[in-house]
Nanobody, 130 residues
Framework: QVQLVESGGGMVQAGDSLRLSCTCS????????MGWFRQAAAGQEREFVA?????????YYADFAKEWFTISRDVIRSTVTLQMSTLKPEDTGIYYC??????????????????????WGQGTQVTVSS
């Protein structure tokens, strides 16, 4: 099985940076694309932030994330990092790490659809104050 554990959330001020990490446990982690989603508040839809393919060679970003967020993965350590800078209050929310449901080395998939992901972490809170 695949288990995901996020870390690195916290409370920061607008303009600050934050790095989120996700550790994937399971022998198939290195063969799954992984991504980050966020949920602004309870009851709101979870929205796509960024994703990276199993090889680490292709990254996908939501429009709001393209300029100041960077996703990367350490294939050997099975960790995925989301580096966020110039944070804004609207970036506040619970950030979830996800691993794709299928094992694949494809560089092309529907990264922004949460249905692509079969495994989810518990989430880590990010709060950005103005």
């Amino acid at each position: 099985q695949v288990q995901l554990v996020e870390s690195g959330g916290g409370m920061v001020q607008a303009g600050d940076s934050l790095r989120l990490s996700c550790t994937c446990s399971g022998r198939t982690c290195s063969r799954r694309a992984m991504g980050w989603f966020r949920q602004a508040a309870a009851g709101q839809e979870r929205e796509f932030v960024a994703a990276v393919t199993a090889s680490g060679n292709t990254q996908y970003y939501a429009d709001f994330a393209k300029e100041w967020f960077t996703i990367s993965r350490d294939v050997i350590r099975s960790t995925v990092t989301l580096q966020m800078s110039t944070l804004k209050p609207e970036d506040t929310g619970i950030y979830y790490c996800a691993a794709r449901g299928v094992v694949s080395y494809t560089e092309d998939f529907n990264a922004d659809r949460d249905g692509e992901y079969g495994f989810w972490g518990q989430g880590t809170q990010v709060t950005v104050s103005s």
